[in-house]
């Protein structure tokens, strides 16, 4: 295949992103290159998707790591692993017809061949197909289940979101809400403090840049932390581990904070867990694959109540203007879930 400056300007070529180095720091163009070429025509069994929509997810950053620590990673050379959700425009196979749209794990690239393995249909009468995505994708019902099934709060409890304002954090926040929780916000200004209170409804919300944390957390939670939502690890997880209730619960569902770290670094106020009989867990969506469609139609009808907001920032460009979105993401620009919206979506 040939090399790309950004893909742009390449139509009836297949387009994909490419590895090009192992990053430093936050991810960017640098790290990243486009390839171009024929785009396949599909065999027996397998369907052809034109994408629509990629995923900007800050767990890439995780598997592009050296490390051979982590599954699923990026060495480079190979096609960046991402989700789709796009179009079916050729099919052999008998459980998908030409017109219909899918989600899946395709990787970072204009069109994709699928022998249907892991890939979903997506119902557009539910939720817009960029939905499908993110609030009605994996960063909705991630949140979905890990407040309802794991986390459980009661109604009075207080819930602290880390990460408030990203993707998963701001459905979360909506649902435990829901749940009748007092919810607080973490996340990284000011204006993102005035949203999550203004639009999506938590009843506090505080800068963890500015000032001291903890004083802060301490203030907006006099009665301590029943629930731990947390997607940032470092200090801002550990800083909150001092505020947990007796019994409390501490999910962890991401830890954005170390994705880059040369070296990570595990929580030092652990001891409140023992001290206030808390747990700590991890929590992976896959455990609860069996039940999306359950999640869905209950999501959908706080939709069309207007008790929850499926939040998405949408940038449109190319597969080359992928890595520069994803600089943004690591950069804290997004507000809910981040796409890139490929030209295809608009035909």
């Known amino acids: 295949m040939s090399k790309g400056a950004n893909g742009g300007g390449n139509e009836g070529l297949l387009r994909q992103l490419h590895l090009r180095r192992v990053p430093e720091g936050i991810a960017g163009p640098q790290d990243f290159e486009v390839r171009t070429g024929p785009i396949p025509r599909t065999g027996e069994g397998e ?114 979101v880390n990460g408030a304002a990203g993707a998963v954090g701001s459905i979360a926040g909506q649902i435990a809400r829901l749940a009748g929780a007092r919810v607080i916000g973490l996340t990284s200004s000011a204006e993102k403090c005035r949203w999550l209170t203004e639009t999506l409804g938590y009843h506090a919300a505080i800068n963890y840049t500015e000032g001291d944390l903890y004083e802060r957390l301490a203030e907006a939670a006099p009665d301590r932390i029943d629930v731990i939502f947390d997607n940032v690890g470092g200090s801002v997880l550990d800083e909150s581990l001092r505020l947990i209730a007796m019994r409390g619960v501490v999910l962890l569902c991401g830890s954005t904070s170390q994705y880059a770290a040369e070296a990570m670094t595990g929580p030092n106020n652990y001891i409140w867990l023992g001290t206030m009989r808390a747990r700590m867990q991890g929590f992976v969506i896959f455990d609860y694959a069996d039940r999306y469609a359950e999640a869905r139609s209950r999501m959908a009808r706080w939709i069309q109540s207007g008790d929850l907001k499926l939040v998405e920032h949408v940038i449109d460009g190319d597969v080359g203007d992928f890595p520069l979105a994803f600089e943004k993401l690591y950069r804290g620009a997004n507000r809910g879930k981040m796409l890139l919206r490929l030209p295809a979506a608009s035909n």
């Open 47 to 160: 369907v052809l998707v034109e994408a629509h929509y990629l995923s900007v997810d800050a767990a890439l950053r995780l598997i592009v790591r050296d490390s051979e620590e982590f599954l699923f990673r990026v060495r480079p050379g190979d096609l960046v692993r991402g989700s789709v959700a796009g179009k079916v425009i050729e099919s052999n196979h008998a459980s998908y017809q030409a017109g219909e749209y899918v989600l899946g794990g395709l990787g970072l690239q204009s069109h994709a061949l699928s022998n249907g393995e892991g890939l979903e249909k997506c119902d557009l009468s539910q939720a817009p197909l960029g939905a499908w995505l993110g609030g009605f994708g994996v960063s909705g019902l991630t949140a979905y289940f890990a407040i309802t099934e794991e986390c459980k709060p009661q109604p009075g409890q207080t819930v602290l």
